[in-house]
């Protein structure tokens, strides 16, 4: 868009080939179909098979779907029934995974469309010499656009005339207070978006006053529309637990092929089997020791994470986003209408020399006229259960309320005869009140230009002339609450003589604004949120940051984030244009310095994010208006707002809080932990007893080439059957005590990294030394291979069961009751009887190529199964004594420091 608002309007209207009488309709009718209509570019929905094909890009999905195809291939050359079992389960669990991933979108999607609100459809122009109603679609640059109090802006307009008209522009600049605007001002090239006051911007709201602008850009050529093209400029990156995942599933894969191989030369090598026989035995193995349940398993996992966030008013766009905030290290988030109730709100009021709050207001004396000032100078409208207007005067009558001064009641008393609007010049408003048989004129405005034009005061119920030291001490008042970054009105009155009234009513011209006296004064600001205090003490005891970014004024912004505990000092809050002086690379370095960001527009929101990305945070970005969309959309996770988010935001964010409430993120935040650490709970599970079944097969294989310890059949039935309830089950666990007195995870941290590396490869060798010794003790305690292959494989299956309680927390067993997780117990249950039924019941044992066996075997297996929960709390033990000492070394060192 041109810079119009540094041209006269005569030069624009000569511009833009227009008059004030506006365009003609053919004129009309031929720029729209030259430029289309005003309208943003939307989003073109993914069609559903293509969105419902993207769920098989996952690196673990296509080792399943190459390893099903190549087991449906050696079934249809060897006739092999067992193959085809193995293809078709996996080819199941694979469609499972991606049907719930797609429904979980679907919902997502659904969820959005209802909660879009439609805009306005009709907007007032001239054209044709005369005032009409056309479609907001349907303008075209160079229409004449009339506006009064209620309108949302339909396009970017330069003024021609204005009558004390304010617009709502916080959805664009974060600007919280309406905007006073001016026809005929011509401005500088390089004025920021939010001191632009001869224009007003599609989207915003006329809260006050009436005005006339000429369109000088519509749709995706409006403020508004450069933020839109600054979205697709954006580019999600994939979660930290997709990198997780993906790297996992390359391990996977690596293992998979060389245990192929291994077991391919053995047997090859060393049992005498033909090259296809060996290469049939190794494919079979190798492909049965993929843990096929993992893909789903941690879809499941997720889809509950997200359903619980559901019910928390939470909507979670995507799987997987959800987990990225459980390694959110920074939340940066917009003020007006997140942190703050973008609700201008009156904290102090002033009178008999004395500053008064909420709590400690009496109303009678001076007070009872502070109050009637307060509801009947306003020209804020009661329409249903709420009052419409300017933030400020609606603040009023509601703090009016609180105190049973009803603005309705009050004027039905006291009837307005007379008034004199506001205006920027005067900086005052005036309304005349017929009081029984008085009329008494009610003043209201900026406290330097009201004091001005009082000579009198009231003062404990008498009314006196105003002293020199009066006025000082109202002035050191009026700084006071100005350096809490309150908006400070002054209050004043008179009463009218009854010559001035014709009719009960009065002219404005006989309406004096002087000669006044002062009643009072009002301090508000637009509050934080109260749930917000206490999400940010979380946010800080789970060692997150959090940052204000607003495109609202410095002292306004830091007096708000010093009352939550966000800043210690001025220090820490910078503003737009100093941002401007740095490089990218000087932001990358200097950001760390500061807390609060103010009068920044939608591009330094973006190097913001961008810069504390490239200092490795995990960043969150929070907000409602469409200035917040390019951030949220670049930031890892993006939140926007269900209630008062604009479309735009919606549209881009990964999450929505359909309850606009700060505290919700700190509710998902912890949700995105405990689904992490449930999803490495499932994935050291299912990895342990994946360990123990190649080690086992690696060793019987070894020492024993002529005996096979389990068939294809009996490790797919221990990894489909066995391993996937306790995994969905510990999917369910409810958060360690201590998840959120934890720092954020490292997104760089691998999924199976560290300690969990450990627990995988200790507790699956611990299980296959179990799995081995029974064998032993069949194979040579009982002689029979038969036997021997049976218990090991109601080993690997029975040992898994008890494994599962040790897994289920990082503590001790015993630390916390060990059969809290119901799911879990039931899991046990089943599964133990499924085991049974399996080993009992001779028709199902042999599809598994089991016999039976003897009580003192079923003992045997029982009694070495067992031995997994010791040998785990053991370790658990040592664990817990090395991070005892180390902390105790850290806090030495801390202390030997200081």
Known sequence: MKSFYSKSVNETLKELNTTSNGLTSEEAKKRLAENGENSLEHKKKTNYFLKFLAQFKDIMVLILIVAAIISLVFAIIEKSSTELIDSIIIFVIVLINATLGFSQEIKAENALDALRKMSQPYSTVIRDGEEMKVKTSELVVGDIVLLEAGDVVPADLLLIESASLKCEEASLTGESLPVEKEAGLVLPEKTNLGDRKNMCFSSTTVVYGRGEGVVVATGSNAEMGKIASMLSEEKKEVTPLQKSLAKLGEIITFIVLGIALVIFLVDLLFAGQGWMDSFLTAVAIAVAAIPESLPAVVTIILSIGVTKLAKKNTIIKKLHAVETLGCCQVICSDKTGTITQNKMTVREVYFNNETHTQADFTVKGEATALLKCMA?????????????????????????????????????????????????????????????????????????????????????????????????????????????????????????????????????????????????????????????????????????????????????????????????????????????????????????????????????????????????????????????????????????????GTEVTKDVADMILTDDNFATIVLAVEEGRKIFGNIQKTIQFLLGTNIAEVLSIFAITLLFPQYTLFTAVQILFTNLVTDTFPSIALGCNEAENDLMKQPPRDPKQYIIGGRVGFNIIYQGFTQAFIVLAVYMIGLFGFGSPEAATTMAFLTINIVQLFHMYSVRTLHSIFASNPFKNKLLNIAFVGELAIILLVALCPPVAGLLSLTQLSLVQWLIIFGCSLLIIPIVELVKLGQKKKDQRKALEEKSESVDEF
């Open 376 to 644: 009947l100078c306003n020209d804020a409208k009661h329409q249903k259960d709420a009052y419409l207007g300017d933030p400020t005067e609606v603040a009023l009558v509601q703090y009016a309320e609180r105190f049973k001064m009803n603005k309705k009641s009050l004027e039905s008393k006291f009837k307005r005869i007379g008034e004199i609007p506001f205006d920027s010049v005067r900086k005052l408003m005036s309304t005349v009140n017929k009081e029984e048989d008085n009329f008494v004129q009610y003043t209201k405005g900026a406290v330097d230009e009201l004091l001005r034009l009082c000579t009198h005061i009231s003062d404990n119920g008498k009314v006196r002339k105003i002293t020199v030291k009066d006025i000082d001490s109202i002035k050191q008042v009026n700084k006071e609450m100005g350096a809490k970054a309150l908006r400070v009105l002054a209050y004043a009155t008179k009463e009218v003589p009854a010559s001035a009234v014709v009719n009960d009513e009065i002219d404005s011209k006989l309406i004096k604004e002087e000669g006044l006296t002062f009643i009072g004064l009002s301090g508000m600001i637009d509050p934080p949120r109260d749930e917000v205090f206490d999400a940010l003490i979380k946010c800080r005891e789970a060692g997150m940051k959090a940052i204000m970014i607003t495109g609202d004024h410095k002292d306004t912004a830091y007096a708000i984030a010093k009352e939550l505990g966000m800043v210690k000092s001025e220090k820490e809050v910078v503003n737009g244009s100093h941002l401007d002086k740095f490089t990218d690379e000087e932001l990358v370095k200097e950001i760390r310095k500061f807390r609060v960001f103010t009068r920044v527009s939608p591009e330094h929101k973006v190097r913001i994010v961008k810069a504390l990305q490239a200092n490795g945070k995990v960043v969150a970005m929070t907000g409602d208006g469409v200035n917040d969309a390019p951030s949220i959309k670049s930031a890892n996770i993006g939140i926007g707002m269900g209630n008062v």
